[in-house]
């Protein structure tokens, strides 16, 4: 690994640093010579004399008798091949030393009047590298002479110091280069949900340029050059497949629940389907099999949002309801304003559209009117105001509105009695609302306030629920762990507060309920309350007069109560702060039967013989999932952040990075740590297995490949070397097909392979490595895969590829919420996809599943895991599911 030996002492190691340097450069010239000796000899042949006049490009001979070029140098790398009329003038600056023909490379040339340094070699994205091995630079290197008249331009890669300075600097730019790069990109698990339109970027980086050469192709990142070489048996990029592929996917399951930061996230309908919501999606989920039994069942999806989903409501026929969502942006970077659906939930089609351009920031509470048949719609949005309106839900249109309140309101519920009686509640209040006048003509109506007066009883900082009685009075439960009851009086003309309601509010009663904070209420049919506490995880049934009856505790890793929603008889649904959504009753307790991250994902890896997968992120969480049952199969405190995992072939153990430099080995049968190693002080962006299960790449922000030998079962890992040549982090890696190479990627933009076999040696001639096959395709640059880039993207708009292990399809996660499926190879400019939406947030990793049935994607800040089914020609049938058909609506192509 180039390290001295602990026996050695500076002056040794500076020897035989200085040894090394003098073979490489001794074995540099030689290449020189052959190099040039060879480009005299095709000149004679291919190019006349009087081709040569007028070029700019003057050729210098200094050794006329050198042998022949060696092996590996393309038989068309010639001078002929390169044009003048067709190279930008970043590749005039950038000297052509290519593996490859001349003129192809776009690496940076040395500063004037010097040659290469020793070990240095010219890379893919533009930027310059050294290798820890010394090996020899690319053959075929021929160097045209700058015209001595032309003025030296400042640039950042450009240097007119004297040689003794020169390896100095160059160190120093590279580190101002990393610095720079992270400057404008940022790390990885940073990034997301970012304006298209406002991507920092130097110039160039909104457009887009592919340069055709014949054996390469260029195309552009953030204004740096990226080339890419051709396969051998592909003639001619015109006859590569077009159009998108003639798969597409169908959303099979959705795991997860938004409880963490969401209320009004949970009902039952009238089929007896659970409603709930995480990402942009609503889910319709039917259990299966008894109260407190296992969960099974089916789901099936609402997709009509182009956000995400912040509240429900049910009508009060069961059938239709509201979801409202937060504003967002489109994939131009356009704001996309918050707006309520409503929907059918029987045929997932989206009856009416309300308030489009009427709200700020997001819909925070909604709720039908109960008396009238729901033929009225009550809003509070999240603008600064909170401002209130009400709407005609079979018009669409808005019958009243006021501002509400500078402070946050978390609920809004219609009177069952009388809907011109509205109430919000939320930080440290309660508000009685009169809705009168217009008798249904649009914005007529008025809304007047009155207070609630907490009086002698202690104000709480929040109110984040409350319910209706049966007799009319108020049930709240608040921040102190108190249920108020708020009893009915006549209007009195010296209560203060303002508005004109026949009646008013005050305070009756006061149980002390829970400790900390009450989250939810629920009125049950047979006229009893439940109370779900948020420190002390209870929940309580209390009979008339607030007497407690029965009560359950949940589980401390489920978190505390969020929601709670009444099943048939006398199941209860319960939604946590854990995202997890547990199903049974008070006498037998409670089981999950949905459950799912609670922060943003990252790490993800699919089985390589079963239909699961594992996923990670900065909630600390490994999870197994099983992809059949639809449920989780276990999961263990990692106590530091996963970002990346990956399988043995066996399946017997699986690797995860962390954000620290630790990488574990667990059992996946017994959960038990089979091995942890530190590499480095710095995150861990990608660990992969060799196909063969041999060695195991570890990809990491120090830029280094740390590449581990292992033991037959997977156990046991050793050092077997280090990849060292990256100028910046290491974002994504692959094995060839024989496991003696790698391709990786870097937050630069470089490509650069790897003889892993011969000691991690980096391969300076890239061309060499245009027909290699490889194991896997998860490098989001490379002549594969360069087509699904966007036009003018910065270079940080795609997050993770993956290619199907058919090699028929590439999925792709972007930064814009969405999932594409593309045909592979992917070596068109701007190539069509198939789009799927359903995220609300950068989507972080993509995945299939090992016959290809499945794809499988991670949300990233909405912590949301989608399982797709994948349809269409050419693949395998689906495996059977539990799940049953999804109806049209369900799975859009949007």
Not at 351 to 377: K, N, T, Y
Not at 393 to 416: H, M, Q, Y
């Amino acid at each position: 690994e180039g390290s001295a030996g602990p026996g050695e002492g500076p002056a040794q190691e500076a020897l035989q640093s200085l040894s090394q340097r003098l073979r490489v450069q001794e074995e540099e010239m030689e290449l020189v010579k052959a190099a040039l000796a060879e480009a005299l000899r095709m000149l004679r042949l291919q190019v006349p004399p009087a081709a040569l006049q007028g070029t700019g490009i003057r050729l210098i001979c200094c050794f006329p008798g050198s042998p022949a070029a060696p092996p590996g140098l393309p038989p068309t790398c010639s001078p002929s091949l390169v044009s003048r009329g067709t190279q930008t003038e970043t590749e005039m600056e950038m000297g052509p030393s290519c593996p490859g023909p001349p003129g192809l490379s776009n690496g940076p040339r040395a500063p004037q009047g010097a040659s290469e340094e020793p070990g240095g070699t010219q890379l893919e994205g533009g930027g310059s590298s050294s290798s820890g091995t010394g090996s020899p630079g690319p053959p075929g290197v021929l160097k045209p002479a700058q015209p001595p008249q032309r003025a030296e331009t400042p640039r950042r890669n450009s240097s007119s110091s004297s040689p003794s300075e020169r390896p100095r600097q160059k160190l120093s730019r590279k580190a101002a280069s990393s610095a720079n790069l992270l400057l404008r990109s940022g790390s990885t698990e940073s990034r997301g949900g970012k304006d298209p339109l406002s991507s920092p970027g130097g110039p160039g980086s909104r457009r887009s340029n592919y340069n055709l050469e014949g054996i390469s192709v260029k195309m552009f990142l953030r204004g740096r050059p990226i080339t890419m070489y051709i396969p051998s048996g592909i003639r001619s990029l015109e006859e590569l497949p077009i159009g998108p592929p003639p798969e597409t996917l169908s959303l099979d399951w959705v795991y997860g629940y938004r409880g963490r930061d969401s209320r009004s996230n949970l009902f039952v309908l009238r089929s007896g389907e659970v409603v709930y919501f995480i990402a942009c999606v609503v889910v319709l989920y039917r259990p299966g099999g008894g109260p407190g039994g296992p969960g099974g069942g089916g789901q099936r999806h609402y997709r009509g949002h182009s956000d995400c989903v912040r509240c429900l409501a049910v009508h009060p026929d069961g059938v239709r309801v509201a979801s409202g969502q937060t504003a967002g942006v489109d994939k131009d970077g356009k704001p996309l304003q918050p707006v309520v659906h409503i929907w059918d939930s029987e045929t997932l089609l989206k009856l009416q559209e309300i308030g489009l351009g009427a709200f700020e920031r997001g819909v925070g509470a909604l709720a039908f009117s109960v008396v009238d048949q729901g033929a009225f719609l009550c809003v509070v949005d999240d603008s600064n105001e909170h401002m209130l309106s009400v709407w005609d839900c079979s018009r669409g249109t808005k019958l009243a509105e006021i501002k509400s309140t500078n402070d946050s309101v978390l609920a809004v519920g219609f009177s069952p009695r009388d809907s011109s009686c509205i109430v919000t509640s939320g930080k440290s209040h309660v508000h009685f609302w009169n809705w009168s006048g217009g008798a249904g003509v649009p914005g007529n109506g008025t809304l007047t306030r009155k207070q609630g007066v907490f009086g002698k009883y202690k104000k709480p900082k929040f109110v984040p629920c409350f319910v209706f009685l049966p007799d009319g009075d108020i049930l709240t439960g608040d921040s102190e762990g108190n249920i108020l009851t708020w009893g009915r009086s006549l209007s009195d003309s010296k209560t203060p507060g303002r508005g004109g309601a026949k009646e008013t509010y005050g305070i009756v009663a006061q149980a002390h309920a829970h400790e900390g904070s009450i989250f939810a209420l629920c009125l049950r049919r047979d006229g009893t309350v439940l109370s779900g506490g948020g420190r002390d995880r209870r929940l309580v049934q209390w009979g008339p007069g607030l007497v407690a009856l029965q009560e359950a505790e949940i589980p401390e890793h489920f978190g505390a109560v969020r929601a709670i929603a009444e099943g048939p008889g006398s199941e209860l649904l319960v939604g946590t702060t854990k995202n997890a959504l547990l199903r049974g009753d008070l006498a037998q307790g409670f089981s999950p039967v949905i459950q799912g991250h609670t922060d943003e994902l990252w790490g993800l890896c699919t089985h390589p013989s079963q239909n699961r997968f594992l996923t990670c992120g900065h909630d600390r969480q490994l999870c197994l999932w099983d992809g059949e049952g639809h449920a989780l199969a276990w999961s263990i405190d990692l106590k530091e952040t996963g970002l990346c995992a990956d399988f043995h072939p066996s399946g017997a153990v699986v690797a995860v990075g962390l954000n620290t430099g630790r990488w574990l080995v667990l059992d996946t049968e017994t959960r038990e740590i089979m091995s942890d190693i530190t590499d480095g002080n710095e995150q861990l962006s990608v660990v992969r297995y060799s196909p063969d299960g041999m060695y195991l790449a570890i990809g990491s922000h120090d830029n280094m490949i740390y590449i581990y030998s292992v033991s037959s079962d997977g156990a046991k890992s050793s050092r077997f070397g280090r990849c060292v040549g990256h100028s910046s982090f290491i974002t994504h890696l692959d094995w060839s097909k024989d496991g003696n190479f790698i391709m990786s990627n870097s937050g630069d933009y470089e490509i650069l392979y790897w003889d892993v076999a011969a000691g991690c040696k980096l391969l300076r001639n890239r061309y060499e490595s245009r027909d290699r096959e490889w194991a896997t395709y998860t490098c989001v640059l490379g002549f594969h895969v360069y087509g699904v880039w966007p036009d003018g993207s910065d270079g940080t708009d795609i997050n993770s590829l993956c290619r199907s292990h058919n090699e028929r399809v590439v999925a792709v996660a972007d930064d814009f919420c969405k999932v594409h499926l593309f045909q592979y190879p992917c070596a068109r400019a701007k190539a069509p996809s198939r789009i799927y939406a359903g995220h609300g947030s950068h989507v972080t990793s993509v995945r299939f599943t090992h016959e290809d049935s499945h794809l499988v994607s991670l949300g990233g800040k909405d912590a949301s895991i989608f399982q797709w089914r994948v349809l269409g020609a050419g693949l395998a049938p689906a495996t059977p599911s539990r799940t049953p058909s999804l109806s049209p609506a369900s799975s859009l192509d949007v």
